[in-house]
């Protein structure tokens, strides 16, 4: 079973920044890939970024990159996203996830299948 708990959200002037945490219950290095959805009020969840805990490459929804960077620290089980530039249409609340399994392939935001509760970002203008 995975848990995860998320952190650091809160509400910004458009333009600032927010970094979230999430951490997990289990050692998922090598494991499972780790990522961020977020979802809007009215709209499915869409994901946002995701990381091979193995790996190096990480994967992002193309109305984030350059603005969002994603990040672990292995030895704490801990899963970052770093969020600059933030503008009002990336108000949402945010989601840690999981995908179960040993592929590198994070960016299929399918294979995410375990879900912390959500931690609400709000950006005004």
């Known amino acids: 079973q995975v848990q995860l708990v998320e952190s650091g959200g809160g509400s910004v002037q458009a333009g600032g920044s927010l970094k979230l945490s999430c951490t997990t219950s289990?050692?998922?290095?090598?494991?499972?890939?780790m990522g961020w959805f977020r979802q809007a009020p009215g709209k499915e969840r869409e994901g946002v970024a995701g990381?091979?805990?193995?790996?190096?490459?990480?994967n992002y929804a193309d109305s984030v990159k350059g603005r969002f960077t994603i990040s672990q620290d292995s030895y704490n089980n801990t899963l970052y996203l770093q969020m600059n530039g933030l503008q009002p249409e990336d108000t949402a609340m945010y989601y840690c996830?999981?995908?179960?399994?040993?592929?590198?392939?994070?960016?299929?935001?399918?294979?995410?299948?375990?879900w912390g509760q959500g931690t609400q970002v709000t950006v005004s203008s």
């Open positions: 289990v050692d998922t290095h090598g494991i499972f890939c």
């Open positions: 996830a999981a995908a179960p399994g040993i592929s590198y392939l994070c960016g299929i935001w399918s294979r995410y299948t375990s």
């Open positions: 990381l091979y805990s193995g790996g190096t490459s990480a």
